[in-house]
């Protein structure tokens, strides 16, 4: 006897795909905004799906999550008020969390149903989410982020791809808006895709950023359950260098994030060096 | 009218696929040694695959060979001979003979099909094979290894997975051989897979290698088309230390390679370095 060998293929775009074989299919809904799904894998453990992207698993999600809270965390030399916009699975919010000096933690999450599905399905990724600091609110990243001026210390975008409900968050007066709301010395790092993919996003990114932030800075970790398995990210900070930071771990139980990783994050291959040069 | 919808899949392991649309096979055959085809894909380009297993696309194949060929060939002071085990298709070749200081490099490449099929179907990647300074041999490196001593200054073994014909060029007895043939300073680096995947292969040839050679000291690379997108390389050096080493780039021309990569690319996700603490 012999159970059917059902694999997930997620189409990255017309010509690629990647497939995880799966033991079942979890959940599944539409909500307000998006597909969400959460099915069982044989390799990468529990996955969540929005709109048939793969978003997080158990068995990567560390990379990804402690990539985009650590770098800008310890780039800010005391950061005590920090806004999440997106990442209802509170994987980000767990890693902000760590930080002694975080006062106050604010997640704008516009699709409620990721963080009541995270909570049920993910509870390790979730589990920051019950931390008294943290302030969780439903609602759009984009008006949060317009309503608030010279208030936040660290702002990251944790979004979805450039499409459907994410799409604004890609957007120069998105940026505009974020400056705004971080203080003088703010930083804000926002998920850019993946260079062997999407060069033109991360070209059009860096032009936006580098307009409204004295620094603009890529940096690149490795997902294996994102498109190419390079993954970026581009962080605007008004005066604090991630270079000339990062010389101690201020947090426990990383599992990729460390002081060296920082720096070496930010080396990048020559033909993502010349995405900018163009 | 339209054309079907035509995808190679590779199972990477029982429970992971990677998939690519293709626009045609440009060859197929059974060698002595393998299957072999040729595809041609949207994403990236022509793609050579062995025993079903991606070896090198047109897009990404720059990532491999610079990084196996460049970060020994910036560690040793001065590589004047150089032998690549394996490698039939000349993209390690190319990037040895940019070096000025190469007089002498050796192919030692099992299965003569992939030298001819590679000529044929990527003249760019097997360029470097019509080089003055080029041995192409179509011979065992196993034994090519064996029958020379103190010869050396860099081995490359660009093998495929640790299946079929190179499951010897994973065997302690093979690393052995590799540091006789080498002379006193001599450096070698071998192709080890992903971290993510394949942790215990990794941690073998990383014991196998330190009980062998002065130092061992495994580095990474973003490959899309290779599991997981983060391949690993392990280093095994007589004298010469790669962190204190390539200061300055000595060879034109790269994409991936550079300075500020060499030494990144040896600093390990946690994760990564516990695969030798455990």
């Known amino acids: 006897m012999a159970q059917m060998d059902l694999w997930f293929t997620e189409r990255q775009n017309e010509n690629l795909s990647i497939g995880m074989r799966i033991k079942e299919t979890l959940h599944s809904e539409v909500t307000e905004f998006q597909g969400m799904d959460v099915i069982d894998t044989f390799q990468y453990g529990k996955m969540l799906v929005l709109d048939g992207c793969v978003m997080t698993t158990d068995k990567d999600e560390f990379v990804y999550h402690e990539m985009l809270a650590h770098v800008p965390m310890h780039t800010h030399p005391n950061p005590k008020k920090v806004l999440v916009v997106g990442g209802g699975d509170g994987g980000i919010i767990r890693e902000i969390v760590k930080h002694p000096s975080v006062e106050k933690a604010v997640l704008a999450e516009i699709d409620g149903r990721v963080i009541e599905i995270s909570k049920q399905y993910f509870p390790h990724i979730a589990s920051g989410l019950s931390d008294p600091r943290v302030d969780v609110q439903v609602a759009d990243g984009i008006v949060h982020v317009q309503e608030h001026e010279n208030e936040y210390d660290v702002i990251l975008i944790d979004s979805t791809d450039p499409i459907g409900p994410a799409v604004g968050l890609f957007a120069k007066e998105f940026y505009a808006s974020v400056h705004r709301a971080l203080k003088d010395d703010g930083i804000f790092v926002a998920q850019t895709e993946s260079p062997f993919k999407d060069p033109d996003l991360i070209r059009r990114v860096h032009e936006d950023v580098s307009s ?60 993502v060096e010349e995405i900018f040069r163009r």
């Open 212 to 271: 409204l932030f004295a620094q603009t800075h890529l940096y690149l970790a490795y997902i294996p359950t994102y498109p190419t398995g390079m993954w970026s990210f581009t962080m605007g900070s008004k005066r604090h260098n991630p270079l000339e930071a990062a010389n101690e771990l201020r947090v426990k139980d990383t599992r990729y994030y460390t002081p060296a990783i920082h720096k070496a994050a930010f080396a990048l291959p020559r033909f």
